[in-house]
C-alpha cells in the first residue's frame, strides 16, 4: 500500500511536471510571439528598465543634489507612470503631469496660507470643505468627453497633488520648499522620460495611425480587386474557398477600429515634428478617412456573404453581369490602392481619380446592361442575389469616391509635394464594351 | 485722443466681458447637460470629495494610530486612483492595487537583503541591474492582451512598487517596517474606496453592460418594426423623412461598440453578486450577444440606404412583395423586442421562437413570391433595388435568429426564471395569404 501511494505520488508529480513544462512552453511561445507581432516592445521594455537605472545612477550621486532626500520617490513614480509606448502619450503624460502638479500645488499651499489664520478646529474644516469641492468639481470635469480626451491624467494628478499638500504634515514654513523640490523632482523624471522615449528608437503614434490608415484602405482595396475573380468563377464546389483566401477577410479588423483611431489622433496632436510630420499635421482628417473606410467596409461585409458558394446564383445568371460588375470591382480596388500609395509617399497624385471615373463608367455601364434586362426569363429567387451584388457594387463606387475625396483632401491639409517620380503613369479609361482589365501603364 | 483710446479701451473690456459672460454661459450648459445625461456622476462626483474628506478625518486623529506619520499620502493616492465610476473598476483597481504592491514590496525587501551582503559598489550594481531586468520584464508582459486586460493596472503598481522599495533611501533596519505601514496605508485607502463606492448609489458596470446589451437589441428592432412602413409606403417625395425619424438612427451606436462592451465585461468579473446578478454571471456571453447585434447592424446600414427617397424603386414594383417584406420585418423586430424583454425582465420566455418562426415562414412566403417572377417584365434596373431590399431581409432572418439563440443561451447559462407572468401571451403564425400584421394576443 505504501508502495501503491509512492508510486502514485511519483505519478502525481510526473503529471504536474509535464504540465508545468507545457505551461513554460505555453509562455515561451507567447512571448515570442508578442515580441515577433511588433519587436519596438521589446525596445520599450528596455527602454523603461533604463530609464529607471537612469534615476537610480542620479540617486547614487545624490549628495551633491540639493536637499534631494526621499523625494527620488517622485522622479521614480513619475518615470514609471509617464514613460509610454508612443512619443505621443508620453509627451502628453508628462506634460499633463508637471503643469497639474504645478497649478495643483500652487493652489494648495495658496489655501493651506489662508486656512493658516483660522485655529486648529477651522483650519481642519477649512481643509476638509476644500479638498470636498475642489476634488468633486474636477471629477466632475472629468466626464467631460472634450477634457477627458487629452487631460485625464492631468485632472487625476491635480486632484492628487492638491490632496497631497492640503493633507501634508509638513509644518507651514516647509512646505513650499518640499512642494518646490517634489515638482523638480517630477520635471527631472518627465525630462528623463521624455528623452528616452524620444531618443531610442522612437514611436511615433501619429505615423502609425498614418500608416494604419494607408493600410486599412489597403485591405479594403484587396478585397475589391479580389472580389470580382472570386465571385465569378465557375467552380461551383468550392466548398470553404474563401476560408483559406486571407485577402477576403481581412477588411474586417476595420469594421472595429473606430475607438483605436481616435485615441491614436488625440496621443498624435501631442507630437512634435518628426519625419514628414509637421507639427500642427491636420490629424482630424484621418478620423474622417476612418469613417469613410468604414462607411465602405460595412459595405463589404454585406457583399463578402455572397461569396459563400450556398449563396451564389447560377453561373449562367451571374455571368450576364461579369464584365461589369468586375470592372467596378477592380477600379474600385486600383483608386483605393492609388489612395493608399498616397498615404505612403505622402506624395498627391491624381491616379485615383482615374480609376474612381473608370468605376463611375463601369457603373454606368452595369446600370445599362440591367436596363437590357440580362435576367429575362430566369426565377426571380435565383436573380435577387446577382441583383444584390450588382446594387452593392454600384453604391461602393460611390463611397470610394469619398474615401479617394479623403485622402486627396488630406493631401492638400498636409502639403503633400506631387510626385513625379512615383506617378508617371496614366489611367486608361475603359471601352464599355471590351472591359479589358489591365488598364494601367506605368512608365517609369 | 486720450478720450477715444479711453473709449476704446471701455469698448475693449466690454467685447472681453461678453467674451467671457459666453463662455461661462456655455459652461454652465455642458456641466447642466453631463449632469442631466446621467445623475449617476454627480453622485461620483460627491463620493470622491467624501472619500478623501474621510481619509483627512483619519488624518485629524493621527495621533491614536500607530506610526501614521508622512504615510498618509500613500492613503490619498491610493483613494484617488482607485475610486472609479463603477463597482468592477474599483475592486479591480483596489485588489490590483493591495497584492501588487504586496508582492513588489517582499520582492523589493528580499533583492535588498540579498545585495546588502555585498560591497556599496556592488550593491549599486546589482539594484540597477535587478531594477533594468524586472521592470523591463513586468513592462513587457504589460504587453499580453490577456493580462492587459484585467491586470493592467497591477503590473504598473508592481513595477513601481518595486523601484520604490529598492531605490529607497530608507537604512535597511526600517525598511520592513516603512514597507508594512505603507502596504496598510495602501490597504485602508483601497477600503475607503471600496466602501464609498459600494454603499453610496454604486454603479454596477454588469447592470449596465446587461442594460446596455438591451437597449442594443431593442434599437435593432424599433429599426426593423418601422421599416416595412417606411420603405413601402407610396409617399414618394418625402426628401429627408429618414431625417427626422430617430428610430431609424438609434442602430448606428451599435456599430461601434464593440470596445467599449469587452471593457465593461473584464470589468463586471471582478463584481460579487449584486442585484439579480451572482458572482460568476456568465459575462462573456454578452461579448457573443454584442457581436451578433453587430453583424445585424452592419445589414441594417446596408438596408438603411434604400430608405432614402433618391433610392427607391418605384412604388408599383415595390408593392409587389410588400406583404411578405413588411411580414419579415415585422416580426423580426418583434423577435428582437422578445428577446430584449428577456434581458429586461431577466426572465426566460420562448415567444422570440415563435416570432422567429413566423419571419421564417414570411421568408419563405417571400421566397415564393420571387419564384413567381413578380416583377416579369419590368426593366432590371428598377428592381435590383427591390431586390437587394428582399434579399438582404431574408438575410436579416438569420441573423435576427442568432440573436435570439444567443440571448436564449444566456437565459439557460445564467438560470433566468420562466416567467409566468410576463409572458401570458401566444404568438400566432401567420398566414402565407392573409399576411395579417397584428398577430399577438396578451391574455393578461
Known amino acids: 500500500m505504501a508502495l501503491a501511494a509512492g508510486a502514485e505520488a511519483t505519478g502525481c508529480t510526473h503529471t504536474l511536471m509535464e504540465k508545468s513544462w507545457a505551461k513554460l512552453v505555453n509562455l515561451k511561445n507567447m512571448v515570442i510571439k508578442l515580441g515577433k507581432d511588433d519587436p519596438r516592445r521589446v525596445i520599450h521594455s528596455f527602454k523603461v528598465g533604463l530609464a529607471l537605472v537612469l534615476i537610480s545612477i542620479l540617486q547614487y550621486f545624490r549628495p551633491s543634489f540639493y536637499a534631494f532626500g526621499d523625494n527620488i520617490m517622485w522622479a521614480v513614480l513619475t518615470v514609471v507612470l509617464v514613460l ?22 500652487a493652489l494648495g499651499v495658496g489655501i493651506r496660507r489662508i486656512t493658516s489664520f483660522s485655529g486648529d478646529k477651522g483650519k481642519a474644516v477649512l ?33 492628487l497633488t492638491f490632496c497631497l499638500v492640503s493633507l501634508s504634515d509638513n509644518p507651514e514654513n516647509e512646505l513650499v520648499e518640499v512642494a518646490q523640490e517634489r515638482l523638480f523632482m517630477i520635471i527631472v523624471g518627465s525630462c528623463i522620460a521624455i528623452v528616452v522615449c524620444i531618443c531610442i528608437c522612437p514611436v511615433w503614434i501619429g505615423q502609425d495611425l498614418h500608416h494604419q490608415i494607408a493600410a486599412n484602405i489597403q485591405k479594403l482595396a484587396d478585397f475589391l480587386e479580389g472580389f470580382g475573380d472570386e465571385y ?23 469594421l472595429s477600429s473606430k475607438s483605436s483611431e481616435e485615441t491614436m489622433a ?9 519625419g514628414r510630420f509637421r507639427f500642427r499635421h491636420p490629424w482630424k482628417q484621418y478620423i474622417k478617412i476612418g469613417n469613410q473606410i468604414r462607411l465602405c467596409a460595412y459595405k463589404i461585409k454585406a457583399l463578402s456573404v455572397f461569396l459563400l458558394p450556398s449563396e451564389k446564383t447560377p453561373y449562367e445568371l ?27 509617399h505622402m506624395a498627391k497624385s491624381s491616379m485615383p481619380n482615374g480609376h474612381v471615373a473608370n468605376a463611375k463608367a463601369a457603373a454606368e455601364s452595369l446600370k445599362s446592361v440591367l436596363r437590357s434586362n440580362p ?11 446577382a441583383a444584390t451584388v450588382a446594387s ?53
Open 84 to 105: 509610454e509606448f508612443s512619443v505621443g502619450a508620453t509627451l502628453g503624460k508628462g506634460l499633463n503631469r508637471v503643469l497639474a502638479t504645478g497649478f495643483a500645488g
Open 127 to 159: 481643509t476638509s470643505t476644500s479638498v470636498f469641492f475642489i476634488a468633486g468639481t474636477v471629477t466632475f470635469m472629468r466626464f467631460s468627453p472634450r477634457l477627458k480626451a487629452r487631460y485625464d491624467y492631468g485632472l487625476i494628478i491635480f486632484i
Open 232 to 254: 465569378f468563377n465557375n467552380v461551383e464546389n468550392t466548398t470553404g474557398a474563401a476560408g483559406d483566401k486571407p485577402f477576403l477577410h481581412r477588411y474586417e479588423s476595420v
Open 266 to 274: 488625440v496621443l498624435a496632436r501631442w507630437e512634435p515634428c518628426h
Open 318 to 344: 451571374r455571368s450576364r453581369i461579369q464584365e461589369s460588375c468586375t470592372n467596378i470591382s477592380i477600379e474600385s480596388g486600383k483608386a483605393l490602392k492609388e489612395s493608399s500609395l498616397i498615404l505612403k
Open 375 to 385: 435576367w429575362e426569363g430566369a426565377d426571380h429567387l435565383e436573380i435577387i442575389a
Open 392 to 444: 452593392l457594387l454600384i453604391d461602393i463606387v460611390v463611397l470610394v469616391e469619398n474615401i479617394c475625396e479623403a485622402v486627396d483632401e488630406l493631401a492638400t491639409l498636409a502639403n503633400f509635394v506631387p510626385s513625379e517620380l512615383l506617378h508617371r503613369g496614366t489611367v486608361q479609361p475603359i471601352s464599355d464594351h471590351h472591359g479589358s482589365v489591365h488598364i494601367i501603364s506605368i512608365a517609369e
